[in-house]
């Protein structure tokens, strides 16, 4: 049970969706105190009100800056962390040379926990507090993520990859193998304190139609898990799936014939869709997961989300670390900002910080535990400085008390350096040197 402490700054989340409600959906206390106890947040409101009744309780002072709920990633590979910034190749290629060989090495369960712990220690740093986390084929490695994350106190939505086709002989399972595996396993961590079991064959290419049936199978049998795949990322990878499933309509007609789509359900990248496939994410309540940075690095195509916003389809945002090109949601806001500039759309900022937490949380049916710094919410929370760098500082001094402002100064130039502190269930993480 963590102690109780008081964060004083500046209290800014979003009580519904800006998009549709405007400014008002955005709540800001200048000078505020967040309390946190017994891993939740307890108490929060003007520094006015709350500072007499805080008593002898340790009061961490970050005044001028913002306090925000912990960032959210709805798509990222905890095994792709060395190969970021593998040069010169797009997704198919890029698998093969780089991605399978990394990933064999979390055969051995000591380098996937070395793995998991660096993984985590990276997130946090970052101010990302819960991801929707891709492991590999192994099972073991799944164990190794799941236990770095309790350790952690972190809320995590993670899977053992399910590939039992097109991929290297020592990243492949069975249909079979893999559902007992997963079922052992989401038996042993769903709902295990804060971590949720996501099943997650990697794409409808490496899954047989048997184990595509048994990713079913196990959505139905256990009450509350996610799944978490690929879709619509690259013209080979579609055509790929044309030969493989030659009765299907399109990609996304494959993950609907097998009955994996849902509100659960999350579709990495679903770039390039058609108009049928955009009404079967909208009809299933699917998620669109935007991965911009792995979208420009692997020159896979420009994500429409006005077209899908149009269409009824929920959207999250992500950063697909190792294709992605950055832990940091910050970066990974600017670059959907940019992406979507050449598609002749806008991301405010408000739309922006909105999507790293509660709109994040709200795809995933968990804003009653985080996304927001309401009472009762866990207590994951980011301190942000706008003035974190002498770039920064100079760029602020231009921003006269405007929060829009400010907050699209931290997504274009912001990254790690500036989250100045990351808590965790109400504790102060602190990145290992």
């Keep these: 049970m963590t102690a109780p402490r008081a964060l004083r700054g500046r209290l800014l989340d979003f009580t519904a969706d800006p998009a549709a409600a405007g400014a008002a959906a955005l709540r800001l206390v200048d000078d505020g105190i967040l309390v946190m106890e017994g891993g939740r947040i307890t108490r929060r409101g003007p520094a006015a009100d709350l500072l007499p009744t805080l008593g002898a309780m340790p009061l961490d002072d970050h005044s001028g800056k913002l306090i925000l709920p912990g960032f959210i990633d709805l798509h990222i590979h905890y095994p792709q962390s060395r190969v970021i910034a593998a040069f010169g190749t797009q997704l198919m290629d890029w698998l093969e040379r780089y991605t399978f060989p990394e990933e064999s090495r979390l055969a051995d369960p000591a380098v996937a926990s070395a793995m998991a712990r660096f993984f985590i220690d990276e997130l946090l740093a970052n101010g990302t507090t819960t991801a929707v986390v891709y492991g590999t084929v192994h099972a073991a490695a799944a164990d190794a993520f799941f236990e770095a994350s309790a350790a952690a106190h972190t809320r995590m939505i993670a899977g053992k990859s399910m590939m039992d086709r097109n991929a290297p002989t020592w990243l492949t399972d069975t249909a079979k193998g893999s559902y007992d595996s997963v079922k052992d396993l989401i038996t042993r961590w769903h709902g295990n304190g804060r971590q949720l079991y996501a099943v997650t064959p990697r794409f409808a290419i490496t899954s047989t139609d048997e184990q595509m049936e048994a990713c079913a199978a196990l959505m139905q049998e256990h009450e509350g898990v996610y799944l978490q795949t690929h879709l619509s990322e690259n013209d080979k990878e579609i055509a790929f799936v044309r030969e493989l499933y030659p009765w299907a309509r399109n990609y996304a007609d494959v993950y609907r014939h097998f009955g994996v789509m849902g509100p659960r359900s999350l579709f990495g990248h679903s770039i390039h869709l058609d108009d049928s496939e955009v009404a079967m994410l909208a009809d299933s309540g699917s998620i669109a ?45 600017g670059e959907a900002y940019k992406v979507l500039q050449l598609r002749r759309q806008t991301l405010r900022p408000l739309d922006a910080f909105h999507m790293m937490t509660r709109g994040n949380a709200e795809v995933l049916g968990l804003t009653h535990e985080i996304g927001t710094l309401d009472v009762g919410s866990e207590a994951d929370v980011v301190i942000l400085d706008a003035r974190a760098t002498p770039a920064m500082a100079h760029r602020m001094t231009a921003v006269e008390d405007d929060i829009e402002q400010e907050l699209f100064v931290l997504m274009i130039m912001g990254d790690d350096r500036s989250v100045a502190v990351t808590y965790v269930a109400g504790e102060r993480a602190v990145r290992p040197r």
């Design 289 to 333: 997961v935007f991965c911009p940075t792995s979208n420009t690095f692997l020159g896979s195509g420009l994500f429409d989300r006005d077209r899908l916003a149009a269409g009824g389809v929920r959207i999250g945002l992500a950063t697909d670390v190792g294709g992605g090109t950055s832990y940091s949601m910050l970066a990974t806001a």
